[in-house]
């Protein structure tokens, strides 16, 4: 018998306000950082590692999170676990003192996904596949043996989640060659961080294009006239074909959101992403009545299955983003990629930050082979950022994913940037503290 | 010039799962629980305390999210921290990276709360006031001035709120007088846990109805053949006169909550309480609906106001259990008091745990001099823990709360009960662990 050796976490942060890098409406001077986390075994041929990605200021809060659980996972039959991985994760979320500190959202909900994350990666290991094929290669009731189903009941049974992926069984291996050949279109929001000057948004915007990006997403939310300019500039540089999204990152109240999302809409947007609060489900549902037919869409922040059901449920949505690392882990988006599946809404993969492309692509690679089977009309996020920390990067070309193709979830950080970059310690921060935030309201004495 | 000097919390453990005091379907085993915080300045005679309740693993993670936050609140002008506690509140709840880990929920957001709340404490200490008195005493323009607005507008405007808040300024000094008479009603939840016997039931359920209690509270949700038979028991105890309410703390499905419910309907319950998962605004509603005329409620895991706000859009309940420590402090209440003032829904706020009865009762009764104006049909949750650790603790008489008179929010718990719970190394612990949960399905190697 294997067992789970050590479970560790690391704080990693990247300095990445220095050049207003991942600036938006909300989160004017983000510092991308992970909390990275090890599952290790007693055999060193089986380890795995994910991470749980945070934007500075409380990456310790959410790796002492992560670290706090280690007393239910260290001893555990690592065979036992990784044969069932929804057994596991009910194991961490069912736990009934831990539920109170959610129940099932933010830091513990976070630090238990991530956990979960690193089981699959090292399950998908084990098998020698990349995580998307493994998934891809288990069976409708091993996939629905993964979800907790646990409120789900009036919008999605046990029963209709196996009758969409036994709809998507014929053709998956044509699903499968089609991914290896072409890959999985990407999006990227590269060109339109609220930081940069107008002749950089056009100048890569331009360049998005030329490398065969089909749709652009600019950051808004600040400023009306700002943002009108900015994307006549946009769709100057991308001429017509070519589709142009916006994100207001929770910036706006329901009233607001409608007035500024009215006053956009002539730019022909692909979809309007986060208007208001993530928690808001009827919020987005009467901006979405209010606006039609501009697509209203929201997800990463959604912090739960039993939100993204109401989503659904309410007709809130155009599309949803899920995120890798926010949720329950592999098993929750399962969950979530079913119940979109059975509601017939687009996914685009929220990424960016650290690791999240890396993450993402597996989800919706896995759900275009054997859950959804759509990928047209559809793409991941891209944003060329601090790929060059992990093993396994992702590789764009044309703007498409192409497939992972080392076995795991593609969440390994090289060693040398773990050292460079742990907060405090690493060289990169050469023992300097993040500064507090500015709060403009209040004196320091 | 005053400083914030210090921000600490402790770790603080009462072991008492060993008698199944707490017990319900979703929460067999709780260690009542509390990241104990103390906000410390210069002047010694100005100081303010409070806590976030958990119930055992997890704590420490909580305790960590308080910690973390000191560099954000020490050094900062008390006296300006006190006179604006609504700027206060709000730089620490818009902290942009902060917010990531939320937004606004879990872990970090309590911890927020925690510490906008031990501000509060202090401010009401400097006054000289309990708690609710010193809210009594702002204008409606401070009340409103303390209050964060953002993602409200589709529900309550400020001016809105002022509007509530001068209705209820005639009449205020003869409810404060009422309050210092008669006190505020309660309700017990004490006869009820699952883990007591039949005749305990019974025993403590005759006791209550003796004492004054006018409502009794039992747990349900985990096998409906137990809850039918200890329903009659309670109502045989009771008689006709005295309202049962049952909660069953999220354990059901939506279309098993209508089922069980509807099973239940004929005891004439007060409420059924937390039916389904917390997060499920359209599951209460469409519960709601098919249960009629049984009230529905829920609201002690609602994790903020956005999430209040659409409780009561969509008249999803027929009755609201507020928090003083799961949202962002007493501002964030005083904006959910408000909402449920303007909807017209009564409020039963949730308490028990350790501190929870003390802290809660200065919000209800504010409500009541200052806010809706009303307290009949409405009573505060009573349970008789651990309410000997507190230096003002609640008093009860005749089934209600006798105003607290101390200055302050009846958070300081007794330095000796901080000593011996303090976990893992105080003596009740005796440097023991709490053992990690029973993980049915998995094997520790």
Not at 77 to 102: C, I, K, M, N, Q
Not at 122 to 140: E, V
Request: aromatic content about 6%.
């Amino acid at each position: 018998m294997t067992r789970i050796a050590a479970l560790d976490a690391l704080d990693i942060r990247f300095p990445t306000s220095v050049h207003l890098v991942g600036a938006d409406a909300m989160n004017p001077d983000p510092d991308y950082s992970a909390s990275y986390i090890t599952l290790a075994t007693d055999d060193p041929d089986l380890a795995g590692c994910s991470l749980v990605f945070t934007i500075g200021r409380g990456n310790d809060v959410q790796t002492a999170a992560v670290r706090a659980l280690a007393p239910l996972v260290v001893g555990l039959d690592a065979g036992e676990v990784l044969d069932d991985l929804g057994a596991f994760a009910r194991s961490l979320t069912d736990d009934s003192h831990l539920r109170w500190l959610g129940p099932e959202k933010g830091v513990i909900h976070m630090a238990i996904g991530g956990i979960i994350n690193a089981a699959w990666d090292m399950a998908a290991r084990r098998a020698g596949l990349p995580l998307w094929r493994f998934i891809a290669a288990m069976t409708p009731e091993q996939i629905v043996a993964a979800i907790d189903f646990h409120y789900l009941a009036d919008a999605l049974t046990e029963d209709e989640a196996l009758d969409i992926l036994r709809r998507a069984e014929p053709g998956k291996e044509r699903r499968i060659a089609e991914l290896l050949h072409h890959g999985y279109p990407a999006y990227t929001t590269s060109p339109g961080w609220l930081g940069y000057s107008d002749g950089l948004l056009a100048e890569l915007t331009r360049r998005a294009v030329a490398e065969g990006f089909r749709t652009i997403k600019l950051k808004v939310g600040l400023d009306l006239d700002d943002d009108l300019r900015r994307l006549a500039i946009a769709r100057a540089a991308t001429g017509k074909d070519i589709a142009i999204a916006v994100d207001a990152n929770q910036r706006w109240d329901v009233p607001q959101a409608i007035e500024w999302i009215r006053a956009l809409s002539h730019f022909d947007l692909a979809w309007v992403e986060e208007p208001t609060h993530p928690d808001d489900v009827l919020g987005h549902a009467a901006i979405r009545a209010a606006v039609a037919p501009v697509p209203v869409s929201t997800g990463e922040h959604t912090h739960n299955r039993v939100m993204f059901k109401q989503l659904l449920q309410a007709r809130a949505v155009d599309l949803l983003h899920i995120d890798a690392a926010r949720v329950g882990g592999v098993n929750e988006n399962l969950a979530i990629l079913l119940l979109a599946a059975k509601f017939g809404v687009r996914v685009f993969p929220h990424a960016g930050g650290v690791g999240l492309c890396e993450m993402v692509q597996h989800l919706a690679m896995a759900d275009y082979a054997a859950i959804s089977g759509v990928m047209e009309d559809r793409a991941i996020e891209f944003v060329d950022h601090l790929h060059q920390h992990f093993t396994d990067p992702v590789h764009i070309r044309g703007g498409r994913y192409l497939v992972p193709a080392a076995p795991g979830f593609s969440t390994r950080m090289h060693a040398s940037s773990l050292r460079e970059y742990v907060y405090p310690d690493g060289p990169a921060w050469r023992g300097q503290r993040q500064p507090p935030p500015t709060q403009a309201r209040l004196k320091r004495a």
